[in-house]
Nanobody
Framework: QVQLVESGGGLVQAGGSLRLSCVAS????????MGWFRQAPGREREFVAA????????RLADSVKGRFTISRDNAKNTVYLQMNSLKPEDTALYYC???????????????WGRGTQVTVSS
């Protein structure tokens, strides 16, 4: 497993942008598929985006396509989530995750950060 620390969350108005960062510990960062999930109060954790170890493959949830971008810098052990055109329904606690599978369900990943809060006001 790998330790993950997210940052970059905050309060933003609808239509605004935020960039989340997630720094991972360890020397084998490029061997991990990385993902972002989010969870709003009273709702299940849902997939947002994922990226393969070398960054050649990305996956995005339909609800964020055209607005969010996932990227990574393996030299910095960091994965990013660029969020543009934010909507109030994007409000949630955003989690960074790492694992062996480039999947869209939480069970595909085995390491999780503590999350960073994103709040979008209308």
């Amino acid at each position: 497993q790998v330790q993950l620390v997210e940052s970059g969350g905050g309060l933003v108005q609808a239509g605004g942008s935020l960039r989340l960062s997630c720094v991972a510990s360890g020397r084998t960062f490029s061997s991990y598929n990385m993902g972002w999930f989010r969870q709003a109060p009273g709702r299940e954790r849902e997939f947002v985006a994922a990226i393969s170890g070398r960054g050649s493959i990305t996956r995005l949830a339909d609800s964020v396509k055209g607005r969010f971008t996932i990227s990574r810098d393996n030299a910095k052990n960091t994965v990013y989530l660029q969020m543009n055109s934010l909507k109030p329904e994007d409000t949630a606690l955003y989690y960074c995750t790492a694992g062996p599978l480039l999947g869209t369900i939480p069970q595909n990943y085995d390491s999780w950060g503590r999350g960073t809060q994103v709040t979008v006001s209308s």
